[in-house]
């Protein structure tokens, strides 16, 4: 009977111990596995500025205006204007004149270009050469019908005192202005001088003469 029970009683024994074996966890098992942390979530890469857009350089206003020339104002006494010209001038009124021109020593000419300058004021101005652009976009070499695309229904015409078959095309100032822009074409209706002024000097047909 004792040999009987002895292979059994080994047979318990050895699922005993496999039992036993299988519920036995490492040191490694027992350990607290780490958390798993998220992946880290990338810095939006900051937004690429549009690219600058290069301001539109201003639109650079001419010289020659309705109430003078640059920084020179219709009304400046002779010595104001000289100054704001910013150079010498040529020019002084003869003994008893009233009237007289200033003219930049640059110029090859006094009909160039010249300041008109009347009881110590300066009230007009003179181009005949075709660099200078009068207010509005008007120049020396420029034909009649050119003139009155640019200015339209403001132009005045009128037959020119001296020039046999010559006009005189005469454009008033933006109102609450008494000054205005004359431009005086030959017998072909080309424009060969103009002037800028307050009245009445910028009607004198013969300057200060």
Request: hydrophobic share 40%; proline share 9%; with cysteine.
């Amino acid at each position: 009977m004792h040999r009987s029970l002895q292979p059994a009683l080994c047979a318990g024994l050895v699922s005993l111990l496999a039992l036993a074996a299988c519920n036995r966890q490492s040191p490694a098992d027992n350990a607290t596995a780490p958390a798993v942390q998220p992946p880290a979530t990338a810095p939006a890469p900051a937004a690429t500025p549009a690219p600058a857009q290069e301001a539109a350089p201003a639109q650079q206003a001419g010289l020659a205006r309705f109430d003078g020339y640059g920084d020179m104002r219709f009304g400046m006494t002779a010595a104001e204007a000289t100054k704001a010209w910013g150079g010498p001038l040529n020019g002084k009124p003869g003994a008893g004149e009233a009237c007289y021109y200033l003219n930049p020593v640059s110029n090859p000419s006094p009909a160039y270009f010249a300041f008109m300058v009347e009881s110590d004021k300066f009230v007009r101005y003179d181009v005949g050469n075709d660099k200078e652009v009068a207010p509005g976009g008007g120049k020396v070499g420029m034909d009649a019908a050119q003139i009155r695309k640019l200015y339209g229904d403001r132009v005045e015409e009128q037959p020119h005192k001296y020039v046999e078959g010559g006009k005189v095309l005469r454009i008033k100032a933006d109102a609450g202005s008494d000054n205005a822009l004359v431009f005086e074409a030959d017998a072909t209706g080309k424009v060969t001088a103009w002037r800028v002024g307050q009245q009445p000097q910028v009607d004198y047909v013969e300057g200060c003469s």
